[in-house]
């Protein structure tokens, strides 16, 4: 069992930053690849970012490519979404989640654990 928790959401304006965190605990951090996914209101869960166990690959959505980064301190159990240039249609709930599979990143069925969620929302 992994269990994980989000914070650093919050009310900004376009234009700003934010940095989200993503604790892990209950099993080794290193062993699992990490991924964001958001939430609209009225929308799919979409894929956000991903990144490998031991940090050296990440890969973006289209939509935040150049403007998110994502990182990981498996010394802290910790995952990094630094979030710039942040637009209205980021607006979202922000969702780390893990798996220890090899399979695809960006499908959600392929992550078994999930933290609560963290709320982004940005005005124009």
């Known amino acids: 069992q992994v269990v994980l928790v989000e914070s650093g959401g919050g009310l900004v304006q376009a234009g700003d930053s934010l940095r989200l965190s993503c604790a892990a605990s209950?099993?080794?951090?290193?062993?699992?690849?990490m991924g964001w996914f958001r939430q609209a209101p009225g929308k799919e869960r979409e894929f956000v970012a991903a990144?490998?166990?031991?940090?050296?690959?990440?890969y973006y959505a289209d939509s935040v490519k150049g403007r998110f980064t994502l990182s990981r301190d498996n010394a802290k159990n910790t995952l990094y979404l630094q979030m710039n240039s942040l637009k209205p249609e980021d607006t979202a709930v922000y969702y780390c989640a893990a798996k220890s599979s090899i399979s695809s990143y960006g499908d959600t069925t392929n992550y078994p654990y999930w933290g609560q969620g963290t709320q982004v929302t940005v005005s124009s």
């Open positions: 990144i490998s166990r031991t940090g050296a690959s990440t």
């Open positions: 209950g099993r080794t951090f290193s062993n699992y690849g």
